[in-house]
């Protein structure tokens, strides 16, 4: 059973830190992208940072993108001997509060079908 939990969101105030973990299970993590993503209440779900899969063929290394709303603040990290992503989130906003989700997209083998895996989501709030 795929499991992608999130964790460590809260309250914070305007310039404080958090830093989220994602912790995935029943797929083979080190294959897929990851990505975190927001959602602000009455907006659409909105890009905050991903990073690819290690160990391609077609690729050396990993990318990682950041939304420009979050560069320079945010920073993405992953480690598959744990298969956990992390979002450290600094110098936080209040426009940064939003729901976290985690996602994870890929195959798990060659030309296999491409999964697309989502969190239930942690509670970012940032307010004084």
């Given amino acids: 059973q795929v499991q992608l939990v999130e964790s460590g969101g809260g309250l914070v105030q305007p310039g404080g830190s958090l830093r989220l973990s994602c912790a995935a299970s029943g797929f083979t993590f080190s294959r897929y992208d990851m990505s975190w993503y927001r959602q602000a ?3 659409e779900r909105e890009f905050a940072a991903s990073i ?6 077609a690729s050396t290394g990993s990318t990682i993108k950041y939304a420009d ?3 320079g603040r945010f920073t993405i ?7 956990t992503v ?3 989130m600094n110098s936080l906003k209040p426009e940064d509060t939003a729901v976290y989700y985690c996602n994870a ?5 060659g030309f296999g079908p491409i999964y697309d895996h989502w969190g239930q ?3 970012v709030t940032v307010s004084s």
């Fill in 86 to 88: 992390y979002l450290q």
């Fill in 105 to 109: 997209i890929g195959r798990e083998y």
């Fill in 121 to 123: 989501g942690t509670q």
């Fill in 52 to 57: 690819t899969s290690t160990g391609s063929m």
């Fill in 41 to 43: 209440p009455g907006k």
């Fill in 77 to 83: 990290s992953r480690d598959n001997a744990k298969n």
């Fill in 69 to 71: 709303t979050v560069k």
